[in-house]
Structures are given as structure tokens and as C-alpha cells.
């Protein structure tokens, strides 16, 4: 059996925008605020929730330009940062 503690990365879902990339959780330090960004096509989309809600919403970012100022840190999180945040329901699953 899988569990968080013991898989890898977490994920969103598939990417809507290229159907071949997974959807990663990324933070902004600065903020705490969350990003989705695909590993394939580096589409952005800067609400979790709002993807949540309407799957057919279109990236508003493409990697590397995040919301926000360019000085603020955006990376890859983890999956305490996710739990640390209450966004833990909003993981697809995970993979390495
Ligand atoms: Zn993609």
C-alpha cells in the first residue's frame, strides 16, 4: 500500500492545457500563496481552488513567470507545506 509518508511527490491531476504533464504544488515563501505548475508544458495556474472548481479554466502563468513580483520565491513544495496550508484534500495523488 501506498501512503503519503511513503510515496513521492504530490500532485494536483493531470494538466488540462497539455494531457501529458502532472499538475505540482508550488508555494510562493514570500506569500504562502500556491501555485499549480505542469511538469511537461509549464503552464501556471495561480488559484487551486479555482481550478478546483472549473476544470476547463485556462493557465494564467506560463514557468517561469509566477504571480506576483519577481522577487518573490516561488519552488517546488512539499508535502508539508501543503498540509502546513489545509491544501492535503486538493492532492490528486502521488508519484515520484
Ligand atoms: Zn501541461
Redesign the pocket.
Known amino acids: 500500500m501506498t501512503t503519503p509518508e511513503t510515496a513521492g511527490r504530490p500532485y494536483f491531476d493531470e494538466?488540462r492545457?497539455?494531457?501529458?504533464?502532472l499538475l505540482r504544488f508550488w508555494i510562493c515563501r514570500a506569500t504562502g500563496a500556491f501555485a499549480l505548475l505542469?511538469d511537461?508544458?509549464?503552464?501556471i495556474w495561480s488559484h487551486v481552488g479555482d481550478l478546483a472548481d472549473d476544470p476547463t479554466l485556462k493557465p494564467d502563468y506560463t514557468y517561469p513567470d509566477f504571480p506576483g513580483e519577481k522577487a518573490l520565491t516561488w519552488e517546488a513544495s512539499s508535502l508539508t507545506d501543503i498540509r502546513d496550508h489545509d491544501l492535503e484534500f486538493r492532492v490528486g495523488g502521488y508519484s515520484v
Do not use: F, L, V
Open positions: 494538466c492545457a497539455c494531457g501529458d504533464g505542469c511537461e508544458c509549464h503552464a
